[in-house]
């Protein structure tokens, strides 16, 4: 056995983590070996501050008969210690190791579960639904300046094709009306000047022929939350076909 699998062995003794023939074990191998006695005492003395922060409560008699089968180790599974050999001391250390596998394996399945969820949330917040319905709008001249894909949540892209000219002191507003004859609603600013995903609640389902508009306000939006500036493009809405 190498000084690091002893060290570890005397620490688990110490600690109370070892089983109680591992124990045993050790504190024979410690009676006929002073050096190994020596490096009981130092680990004990190292640890001593624990003992002295807590009171010392036993264990309850069937610690070890309840707390075996979660860890799916038992007499049975557990191998045959090895036999002496001439001049040295051998000491299982298979049941720990077995515990050790399973702790770390079941600690990189949860790792690997919780980056997996986060990577499958974040693609679902990054990728918007399908559209339910698609505009083109028109400029004055009849050019297209920008795509808009609507889903059937109101969660609504806006592609600009071109980079407009937005005059100093306003900001790109995006419009739409739910109803024909009523009011146009806000999906919000194009406050960067460039294409983005826009998200709105409280809106019916999109359908065709909705119409849909860009607007050119004032910084911060339309100060009556109705359309007050030039129309940058305007366009009405069309089922994709799928």
């Known amino acids: 056995m190498t000084d690091r699998s002893l060290d570890l ?3 688990e003794v110490v600690l109370g ?20 006695a020596a490096r009981l005492a130092s ?9 002295e922060t807590a009171d010392d409560l036993p264990l309850p008699v ?8 979660r860890l799916d180790l038992s007499d049975e599974t557990s191998p045959p210690p090895e036999p002496e050999t001439a001049g040295a001391e051998v000491i299982d250390l298979a049941p720990l190791r077995a515990r050790l596998t399973r702790w770390r394996s079941a600690a990189v399945t949860g790792i ?13 917040l990054l990728t918007p639904p399908d559209p339910l319905v698609v505009a083109v709008l028109l400029d004055d001249r009849g050019e297209a300046i920008a795509l808009v894909e609507s889903a059937p949540d109101n969660t ?4 600009l094709l071109e980079r407009p000219d937005v005059p100093a002191g306003q900001v790109m507003q995006v419009w739409t ?23 709105i609640e409280g809106l019916p389902e999109p359908h065709p022929t909705q119409l849909y508009e860009i607007t050119f306000e004032p910084a911060g939006g339309s100060p ?3 359309p007050t500036g030039p129309i940058l493009g305007k366009g009405l809405a069309k089922q994709p076909v799928t």
């Open 224 to 226: 009556t939350n109705l």
């Open 112 to 124: 690997a579960a919780s980056l997996l969820l986060a990577c499958l949330l974040g693609w679902s």
């Open 62 to 69: 069937d610690f070890w008969e309840r707390l075996a089968p």
């Open 43 to 51: 680990a004990r003395g190292r640890f001593a501050p624990l003992d």
């Open 17 to 36: 983590l070892a089983s109680e023939a591992d124990t045993a074990r050790l504190e024979e191998l410690a009676a006929r070996d002073p050096e190994v």
């Open 9 to 11: 062995l005397i620490d």
């Open 177 to 199: 009306k739910p109803e024909e004859d009523g009011p146009p609603v806000s999906l919000g600013l194009l406050s960067t000047g460039l294409s983005r995903v826009l998200s």
């Open 156 to 159: 609504t892209r806006v592609t």
